[in-house]
């Protein structure tokens, strides 16, 4: 491994850093405000009870390019509860978490939030609720210069997303500028839970591999045995979205309680950290099972 | 037509607080002191104009995208192997190019300057849309992808790209919102004929702007094999420089033809303006012609205000009353409310109902280049009669829109003491000799055929003077 240093911001958040020193990282996503805000409060709690090492929160956008149909249903039930920026930094500040939090949105919200132009403001807002950093999934790293600087200035971290597709130039234009931890997207398209673990996901942490930061896979990931695989197969953390998201909504549905709502998510975090620890205890054995 | 008060650019309500600035630059935009100087936006690369521009787009996307322009710039730019040579000799054989310049005999005598149409309704398929869609199925065929896939509103741009794939032997699926789907039946028919598949998006009002993510969506999981023929000069590079290129013939035609018949160069060009594609054709060829105003005429649709509490702009105006935003790839003007989502947006016409434009028209506008201007879906409706009445044209409804403005012109200050033109044969509106000159070029850029069902139904729920009863034609529907 010739680890190459990413830069020196690399780890911008302490509590980012933390995430992943121990273990591999279970990093479940959520939607702000889906259904509603005292639920979704709930269900956020319900992931730290769970196991999460790090939450990813949705703040929702009116066109959400990069979602497949389960999040996009997400999207619009919270924005329908009433879900802004604004509440949206204070569902930050009324949460009773202890782990790093995440914000995921798209950057025209972060671009148009506050009074000047630019991100820093919604940067400076967002440091002050308690968040950590940000994935942003249509700001690529030639557009992003900005934000990387905002984010330097309030000491959060930036998180980029590789593809499938990223190699070459492109990959170090995108390391040249990550901290915190990068995203490996698991396979082509948009979210949604699949099924199984694609062969994209290994040859992406082939090519990360000599890049000496937290790699997280996320995109399909639904189900323990597929984060046993994806461990195993060397990435530093999990990310869940759609599989917890297809659970408020089926008790969206079926008019399940809150309560029951946050059990069922509480248990499917237990099996993803269970079957995380699994791969990484055969990657420390050399048995890729 | 019994509005006393001038229409097209009346009153705005704005969006935001500071909406003062905004309609002063569209107010008055050719006034050099009112277009604001663009600051570049700092740590930026790649297909900007001015601030505007960008690629805001998935990773997933961007080495489709890099190819793309890769692409773009050895085959169109700079013509390898003969691409542009066979682009231009498909659109003479397959598109029927060059479309006339027509002396517009009636619409002169009513408003007392020559009006010359730049006939795009008789490309082949009915609408200016086909010079994209042949340009860029010619360019998927070259870079070697074996699929195309296309949003579209009105269907327009879905039954060129349909058309463009059958002649050049390329599967083709085409996204469209629900909403589009049921008011433009006639288009979703004549692609499937072509062999296009056609797949309806649910999502949001289901119409343009949800069908352009939809389709975004399906590049992402296909970009290894597949092109994406976006249908305007939207989007992240190079699409905006792209279409905007294929689209010149446009102009590139009228201006020639207006030096052959009248002598010079016209001292107007009017095009109406969804995404922009048919506006920065008919304008691309006259930039560098100080003399000739160039005027976006977008939809005013009923009201030009943004109603943030529904998410609802009942409009599509966004050079005249948006505000810079990013979407889709671009940073560029938006219909969006103080938070940054997104409104949804409306027209009568189905073409022009988006929330955003493209990036190089909202820097034109900026720099005081293009003017803007809103008419409203009465209006609009008004021309399509007058078209068809008195010149024998059914214009498409979009391009309604910018016949209407003939009548309207712009009216900001001299024009809200002048008299709107009353009945037929009544005097035209003073305002519009305030804005356009002697010689003005109108882009028809589609024919209406399409438009026909709406037409008969919200004509129906209208009283417009000298239209036909439709009543008769209301009991099928
Ligand atoms: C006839 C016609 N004119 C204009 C438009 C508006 O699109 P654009 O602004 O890209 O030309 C459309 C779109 O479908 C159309 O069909």
């Given amino acids: ?289 | 037509m019994s509005e006393p008060t001038p229409h097209s650019m009346s009153e705005t309500t704005s969006t935001t607080d500071d909406d003062e600035t905004q309609r002063s630059t569209a107010a008055d935009p050719a006034d050099p002191a009112a277009s604001a100087d663009p600051t570049p936006v700092p740590g930026e690369t790649g297909g900007k104009f001015g601030r505007y521009g960008g690629q805001y787009v998935p990773e997933a996307l961007m080495p489709a995208i890099e190819e793309l322009t890769d692409a773009y710039q050895r085959y169109v730019l700079e013509n390898e192997d003969g691409f542009m040579d066979e682009f231009r000799r498909r659109l003479r054989e397959f598109g029927g190019r060059p479309t006339p310049l027509q002396h517009a005999e009636r619409l002169s005598e009513r408003y007392d300057r020559d009006v010359y149409l730049k006939r795009e309704d008789l490309l082949h398929g009915g609408a200016h849309k086909l010079n994209n869609a042949l340009g860029q199925v010619l360019l998927a065929k070259y870079m070697g992808k074996d699929r195309v896939i296309a949003e579209t509103g009105a269907g327009q741009h879905g039954t060129a790209t349909a058309m463009a794939a059958a002649h050049l032997d390329m599967p083709c699926e085409v996204y469209m919102g629900e909403r589009d789907i049921n008011r433009q039946r006639p288009n979703v028919f004549r692609m499937t004929l072509n062999g296009a598949t056609v797949t309806p998006v649910t999502a949001g009002r289901g119409t343009l702007k949800e069908a352009i993510s939809e389709t975004m969506r399906d590049w992402a999981g296909s970009v290894e094999d597949t092109h994406y023929v976006i249908g305007s000069v939207v989007g992240p590079h190079p699409f905006p420089a792209m279409v905007r290129d294929f689209q010149s013939v446009v102009s590139e035609e009228a201006r020639r033809q207006a030096i052959e018949t009248i002598g010079e160069l016209p001292t107007d060009v009017v095009a109406c303006a969804g995404g922009g594609s048919n506006t920065m054709g008919s304008f691309a060829a006259f930039l560098d012609d100080e003399t000739v105003s160039l005027h976006a005429v977008e939809a005013g649709g009923a009201d030009l205000s943004i109603d943030e509490e529904a998410g609802v702009a009942p409009n599509s105006a966004s050079l005249y009353a948006g505000e810079e935003g990013v979407l889709h790839g671009a940073r560029t003007k938006l219909l969006q409310d103080a938070h940054g989502q997104i409104v949804e947006s409306h027209s009568v016409s189905a073409g022009l109902d988006y929330a955003g434009v493209g990036p190089e028209l909202a820097h034109l506008v900026d720099e005081g280049r293009v003017i803007p201007v809103a008419v409203d879906d009465d209006h609009a409706l008004e021309a399509f009669h007058l078209l068809s009445r008195t010149e024998g044209i059914i214009p498409a409804l979009e391009s309604a829109h910018a016949i209407a403005y003939l009548e309207a012109g712009t009216d900001t200050e001299a024009g809200t003491d002048s008299e709107a033109a009353g009945d037929d044969g009544g005097e035209p509106d003073a305002a519009a000799d305030d804005s356009l000159g002697e010689t003005v070029v109108v882009t028809v850029s589609g024919r209406g055929d399409k438009d026909l069902e709406s037409v008969i139904e919200e004509t129906a729920a209208r009283d417009i003077d000298g239209a036909p009863d439709m009543s008769a034609f209301t009991e099928g529907i």
């Fill in chain 1, 1 to 289: 491994m010739s680890n190459r240093a990413v830069s020196d911001r690399s780890g911008n958040s302490e509590a980012i850093a933390q995430a992943f020193a121990d273990g591999p990282a279970y990093i479940p996503y959520l939607a702000v405000g889906d259904p509603d805000y005292e639920s979704s409060l709930e269900y956020v709690e319900a992931l730290e009870r769970g196991g999460a090492d790090l939450i990813e929160l949705g703040l929702p956008f009116s066109e959400p390019i990069a979602e497949g149909p389960t999040i996009q249903g997400a999207v619009v039930r919270a924005l329908e509860g009433g879900m802004t920026p604004d509440r949206f930094f204070e569902f930050v500040e009324d949460l009773d978490v202890d782990v790093p939090l995440v914000c995921m949105t798209y950057y025209n919200l972060i671009y148009q939030w506050g009074e000047t132009e630019g991100p820093r403001p919604f940067v400076e807002r967002a440091a002050e609720a308690g968040l950590e950093g940000f994935v942003v999934p249509d700001l690529p790293a030639e557009e992003a210069d900005p934000l990387r600087e905002a984010c330097d200035e309030f000491g959060l971290d930036l998180v980029f997303i590789v593809a499938p597709t990223t190699e070459g130039d492109r990959l170090d234009r995108i390391m040249d500028r990550v901290s915190g931890y990068v995203y490996v997207q698991a396979r082509l398209g948009t979210t949604g839970a699949q099924d199984d673990v694609s062969d994209q996901t290994a040859a992406s942490l082939d090519r990360l591999r000599e890049y000496d930061v937290p790699k997280a896979v996320g995109f399909g990931i639904s189900a323990g045995d597929h984060a046993e695989r994806i461990v195993a197969g060397g990435a530093d953390g999990i990310i869940v979205g759609s599989a917890l998201v297809d659970i408020v909504a089926e008790g969206v549905e079926s008019n399940r309680s809150t309560a029951a709502v946050a059990d069922r998510l509480e248990a499917i975090s237990r099996e993803l950290v269970a079957g995380a620890e699994r791969g990484s205890r055969a990657r420390s054995t050399g048995d890729p099972s």
